[in-house]
């Protein structure tokens, strides 16, 4: 009886607890205000991050150094993949984000409204010309880590996007 209640506590974490649906509710830019063709600009955001999930045992639970529960990228896009659309660009690489301090991405996350984390950091990030007339949306996404101790149940609402039509410079020189 003793050596199977641990075992039952084991179980009941892995199948119960960890059912969970961190979404970006909000996403802004903190820095910079252009975005120039062919130059890597260093792009400083924010980014709420709430879990949308129901229920109680529904929490994403802190977890300790090495390890993390969030992966943030950043991508550029010609549509906004917030809405379920798909990105045709070709260079449209997600660039993993920096963020700070890095042991915000160990926080946990409470079920409910108002409860959530805030996620601030940078990345460097380059409009290249053959997309630079089309990058209209720069987005978020927010991904379990691989070291995560959660599941995440609706990987459809793992990304947020920001208009950035007028935030970027094509043709640097000529207009």
Known sequence: MHLWYPFFFVFM??????????????????????????????????VY???LSNGDLSVVPDVTSP???????????????????VNTLGSA????????????LRLGIEVGPRKGIILSGSADLTVVEADCHDSVYLCVQIEPDSDQAYK???NSNNIRCVDATD???CDPGTE
Do not use: C, K, M
């Open 167 to 169: 935030l970027r410079t």
């Open 93 to 104: 690489v997600p660039t993993t984000a920096s963020i700070s301090p890095d042991s915000d």
């Open 13 to 46: 974490g892995f199948a119960f607890a960890y059912f969970s649906d961190p979404a970006p509710l909000n996403f802004s830019l903190t820095s910079p205000n252009t975005l120039i063709q062919d130059v890597t600009d260093t792009l400083s955001f924010s």
């Open 49 to 51: 991050v709430e879990n």
């Open 67 to 85: 390890d993390y529960n969030f992966h943030v990228t950043l991508i550029f896009s010609d549509v906004d993949l917030g809405a379920g659309d």
């Open 152 to 154: 995440d149940a609706n």
